[in-house]
C-alpha cells in the first residue's frame, strides 16, 4: 500500500524559506516520477513542480520558477521541495503525489505572513 508522509511546513515570514520532505513507501520509489501539489484556502488543488524518475528531469508551475527547487533521494524514498523567498500567495497545504497512483498524504501547512 502506498504511503506518503509530509513534514517540514510552518510559519515563515515573506522572503524566508522552507523545506518540505515527503517521506515514500509501498512502492518502487525510484522508478515513479513524483510531484508537488499545493491547495490554498477556496481554491482548487494546483500542480507545483514535477521530477521525473530517470534523470530527474524537473518542470515548475510559472508562479514558483525561480523560487522553488523539487529534488529527490532515491536511497532515502524521499521528495524534496526547497522553497526560497516566499510570498504571502504561497500559504496553502502542500502535498506529495505518485505520477499514476491516486494516494494523498495528509499534507503540511505552509503559513507565509508577517
Known amino acids: 500500500q502506498v504511503q506518503l508522509v509530509e513534514s517540514g511546513g510552518g510559519l515563515v515570514q515573506p522572503g524566508g524559506s522552507l523545506r518540505l520532505s515527503c517521506a515514500a513507501s509501498g512502492f518502487t520509489f525510484s522508478r515513479l516520477a513524483l510531484s508537488w501539489y499545493r491547495q490554498a484556502p477556496g481554491k482548487e488543488r494546483e500542480l507545483v513542480a514535477t521530477i521525473t524518475s530517470s534523470r530527474g528531469s524537473t518542470t515548475y508551475a510559472d508562479s514558483v520558477k525561480g523560487r522553488f527547487t523539487i529534488s529527490r533521494d532515491n536511497a532515502k524514498n524521499t521528495v524534496y521541495l526547497q522553497m526560497n523567498s516566499l510570498k504571502a500567495e504561497d500559504t496553502a497545504v502542500y502535498y506529495c503525489?505518485?505520477?499514476?497512483?491516486?494516494?494523498w498524504g495528509q499534507g503540511t501547512q505552509v503559513t507565509v505572513s508577517s
Open positions: 503525489k505518485v505520477i499514476g497512483v491516486t494516494t
